[in-house]
């Protein structure tokens, strides 16, 4: 059984910064790609950034280009997000994602 569990949410002003982590089981964290989506109230789940399975490629939207980082960390099975300087349409429930599961989400807030 794969899960996925995010945290590092929180409310934050604009400019701000946060790490998302996302700690995965139940399978070979090494053999999947693995992605973070998000989505605002009112729209649809966006693509945020993916990381391959050996983190050494990565791919991100352009509304977030520059200011987040997804990286891995193998000896944990955990994949973070690191979000800088945190703007309000950044206001979203963040999703991870492997070979087609996902967790329950983690809610980043960021105020004006």
């Known amino acids: 059984q794969v899960q996925l569990v995010e945290s590092g949410g929180g409310l934050v002003q604009a400019g701000d910064s946060l790490r998302l982590s996302c700690a995965a089981s139940g399978r070979t964290f090494s053999s999947y790609a693995m992605a973070w989506f998000r989505q605002a109230p009112g729209k649809e789940r966006e693509f945020v950034a993916n990381?391959?399975?050996?983190?050494?490629?990565?791919s991100y939207a352009d509304s977030v280009k520059g200011r987040f980082t997804i990286s891995r960390g193998f000896a944990k099975n955990t994949v973070y997000l690191q979000m800088n300087s945190l703007k309000p349409e950044d206001t979203a429930v963040y999703y991870c994602?492997?070979?087609?599961?996902w967790g329950k989400g983690t809610l980043v807030t960021v105020s004006s």
């Open positions: 990381i391959n399975r050996f983190g050494d490629t990565t």
């Open positions: 994602t492997m070979s087609g599961y």
